[in-house]
């Protein structure tokens, strides 16, 4: 008769089963991604962390671009490649509103062909092609001096032979993460890489 006193214990295992129930809820949220985000889930492009100088000689931080897809250009006033400019603008104005911005650098390593000064360079991109995009200071693309963005930009994008810029005009497309997606040499018109922007601002 004694054994009758062992039904008793079968109470235990129930109160287990229902004190887990409560925090598994709980991890799966972490696991998943559904509570806060973590530093280890989100990395930001280096391309963010660089200032320039604007035309005018103010700071502009590309952190101010985030989300935007981006065309860098080194530029020149008295290249046969000048009138790319326009083609510049022309994309500017068409997909500017979907987050599109060309960031253009005066540079006079090749050819000295933009020998003048920031403002008459500024002046000069306004008369001759209604530029509205952003100017930057003039800059080095190559050597000891250059501008860390475009050493940084090298970096990621490799050219033919060496990494170096060849010429005026020679081009690099961001995307929205900050990642360079494209190199393209001064022979590559600014609307023949039309395709590729559309994609990058997808």
């Given at each position: 008769m004694m054994m009758q006193t062992r039904p008793a214990m079968?109470?235990?295992p129930a109160m287990a089963r229902a004190v887990r129930p409560a925090a598994r809820p709980v991890r799966a949220q972490a696991l998943f991604g559904f509570g806060a985000k973590t530093a280890e889930t989100e990395t930001?492009?280096?391309?963010?962390?660089?200032i320039v100088k604007?035309?005018?000689g103010k700071n502009f931080k590309l952190a101010s671009l985030k989300n935007k897809?981006?065309?860098v250009v080194n530029l020149a006033s008295a290249c046969g490649f000048t009138p790319q400019y326009a083609e510049l603008q022309d994309l500017y104005e068409k997909y500017g509103k979907q987050g599109f911005?060309?960031?253009?650098f005066p540079c006079n390593q090749f050819g000295a062909q933009e020998p003048g000064s920031n403002q008459s360079i500024k002046q000069f991109a306004?008369?001759?092609?209604g530029v509205?995009?952003?100017l930057m200071s003039k800059v080095d693309v190559n050597g000891p001096g250059a501008e860390p963005l475009f050493d940084w930009l090298k970096t990621?994008?490799?050219?033919?032979?060496?990494?170096?810029?060849?010429?005026?005009?020679?081009?690099?497309?961001?995307?929205?993460?900050?990642d360079v997606v494209g190199r393209y040499g001064s022979t590559s018109s600014p609307l023949s890489l039309e395709n590729d922007i559309k994609k990058a601002l997808l």
């Open positions: 079968a109470s235990r930001i492009s280096e391309f963010y962390n660089f604007d035309i005018d897809t981006v065309l911005v060309v960031l253009g306004k008369s001759n092609y509205t995009f952003p990621q994008k490799g050219g033919l032979l060496t990494s170096d810029i060849k010429w005026n005009f020679s081009k690099f497309l961001v995307n929205k993460e900050g």
